[in-house]
Each structure stands twice: as C-alpha cells, then as structure tokens.
C-alpha cells in the first residue's frame, strides 16, 4: 500500500530511466579521446564551503580543477544531475543515493561527505512557546525541510514511527519544502511549525534564542556519515586516477578540518567565499563546528547504507534488491587502501 513514505520514491521518480542515459559533457569528450579528465563540474551551496571547494584551496586536488555551475539545497537534486551528466559528481543523503540505485542508476558512492556527531547535527526545532510537547503533537502539523524524499523526511519518520504513530497517523504529519536560508524565518512567522535546521544555520538561529529542539539525528542514531558523493559508473571506468585524486583529496579535506584549531578553519573558509566572488553573506560561517564525517578520510562504512536498505525495503520502497556493497565502494580513497599521507 502506498502511503506518505513513498515522498522518498516519489522525490526521484524522474531518475528511473537514467540507467539508459550517456552524458554528453566535456569531462566524456575527454574520455572518449583517452584522457582522463582535469576538470570536474559540479554544484555548490550559497554561503558555505564544500569539502571539494576546501580541498582545492588547499592543494589537495593537485592538478585537478573543479567547474562550478551553480548552487543547489537538495541532495536529491544533486545527485540527479550527477547522474544525468549535468555535473560530474554530486552528494546527497545516503537513503536518497539507495533509493536512486535500486532505480537502476549506474552510481557508486565514494567517499562520505557530511554527517552528524556531538557538534554538527540536524535539529527539528519548535518555537519556545509551541504547544507541540511530543511527536503525537505533530498530527496535523508542519515540517520545514530542505527537500523530500532525503535525511530530514527519514529522520523524521523515523522518530514517529519509534514514537509509536501508525502510517495513518504519520501521513497527517505534514512535510513543506523551504529554502534552508528561510527556515528559521519560516518558523518564526509561524508558517511552519517546525523547523528542519543544521549546521551553521541551526547556530545561527539558536543565537537568537526563541528555540529548541523537539527532536535530533544525533539523538535518534548517534554519530555517523549521513550523506556520499557519487559518480556515475561509466565515468568511473573511465576516469579512475582523476577519481581516486578526487576523492582522496577530499579525504584529506577532511583530516585537514578535523585536527586543525576551529578558529583557523573558519577563517580558511571565509576566505575561501571572499575569493570565489559570488556575493554571499558569510556570517553564519563563524558558527562552523565540524563536517560531522564519521570515518577517517570520508571512509564509508556498510552500516550507513544498510540501515537505510532496510528502512527502505521496510517502506516497500526499493524498486529490487540491493546490497551496500553494490552502492559504495572505497577502492578510490588512499585512506582506506592503505595510501593516505
């Protein structure tokens, strides 16, 4: 029976044939002429850093360049134009990158990109004088996410579902796309009543006061890698050692923003959107805490997948079977083969 739990299946509905597609960008051209490519297309997000915009600017990338061709708030999304060959690498929640391969997308996941521990997590906030106690408050109510169909919704559905509420009830709970800069702003005004908020902006709003968290991935499921970077299997044949300098360099990215004092990784990242002149606020950068990245490098384990597979396949949501290990692969990460520096 289909019920609200098919917003997961119905965010990529437009992805189920892209197993037949062949990109025609410049990154195949080169390819196809038997050079691996130096340049990677990709999408970024308004006024934070990536881990690839990061390991650039600090030389990790060698010789490898990136093309930004502009910002996106869905992982969904993102991972969508990875796959259609709009960009050559794209991230997103890794429940929505499972949903996309038992598709029939030829994608792998490589390397970990954001996630949640003790510092960095998503929050469901709730104004201070919300009459909304409990996940049963939350029949007939609002949520603000970035996206359906990614970590909000399933972390959502998975507090309601732990908190006891039958798929009936739960489809009374009302999931609305927000732009994550008007989330705060949303809740505020009272047209949403509660608010998907993390990172810098969660900081930034819970400076301001006013708010508190009704529910946390952190709680829920403690510290792991929530979301990968994925590329297309046919660019992975291709371009190898342009992937494996990718993702190592990122790893690296990573490492760097773990053992480095916070105060100089803020000031790295502020100068970082300085450069990069696309006119965007950096205020909410002096809030940055961690990328959340559970593993060494951006290593991915199996359980951050299999949890997912089962909540899907729990769902009815999978369109076929479909193991971890036909998702991911760390063959591209010197961290996890035994190269790292």
């Known amino acids: 029976m289909t019920t609200r739990r098919s917003a997961l299946a119905a965010a990529l509905t437009g992805v189920l044939a892209v197993s037949g597609l062949a990109a025609c960008g410049g990154s195949d051209a080169a390819a196809a002429a038997g050079e691996q490519?130096?340049?990677l297309r990709y999408q970024g997000s308004v006024g934070a850093v990536?881990?690839?915009e990061l390991a650039a600017d600090l030389g990790y990338l060698g010789d490898l360049k990136l093309n930004w061709i502009g910002n996106t708030i869905s992982g969904p999304q993102d991972i969508q134009a990875a796959t259609t060959g709009d960009t050559d690498f794209g991230g997103a929640f890794n429940g929505a990158i499972v949903k996309l391969a038992s598709s029939g997308a030829p994608i792998t996941a490589v390397i970990g990109y954001y996630g949640v521990d003790d510092v960095t997590f998503n929050g469901f906030?709730?104004?201070d004088d919300s009459p909304i106690k409990s996940a049963r408050d939350l029949i007939g109510k609002k949520i603000g996410v970035n996206t359906l169909g990614a970590h909000s919704e399933a972390i959502t559905k998975t507090y309601l579902t732990k908190a006891g509420l039958t798929d009936d009830?739960?489809?009374q709970v009302e999931l609305i796309v927000v732009p994550p800069v008007n989330t705060e702003q949303s809740l505020r005004a009272k047209q949403i009543d509660v608010a998907a908020?993390?990172?810098?902006?969660?900081d930034k709003a819970l400076d301001r006061g006013g708010i508190h968290a009704l529910y946390t991935d952190y709680d829920l499921l403690g510290k792991f890698t929530a979301g990968s970077y994925i590329f297309r299997d046919d660019f992975l044949k291709k371009n190898p050692d342009t992937v494996k300098t990718f993702v190592s360099g990122v790893g690296k990215a990573v490492e760097w923003s773990r053992t480095t004092p916070r105060d100089q990784v803020i000031v790295k990242l502020k100068e970082i959107?300085?450069?990069r002149g696309r006119q965007e606020d950096d205020s909410q950068i002096q809030f940055w805490k961690s990328y959340g990245v559970n593993g060494k490098g951006g290593v991915i384990e199996e359980r951050e997948f299999t949890t997912w597979i089962e909540w899907l396949d729990r769902a009815?949501?999978?369109k076929k079977d479909i193991k971890a290990g036909d998702i991911y692969s760390n063959d591209y990460n010197a961290y996890a083969t035994g190269g790292a520096a």
């Open 37 to 39: 490519v130096k340049e």
């Open 50 to 52: 990536t881990l690839p």
């Open 125 to 127: 906030y709730v104004l």
């Open 169 to 171: 009830e739960i489809k």
């Open 197 to 202: 908020l993390g990172g810098t902006l969660r």
């Open 273 to 275: 959107i300085a450069k």
């Open 316 to 318: 009815g949501e999978l």
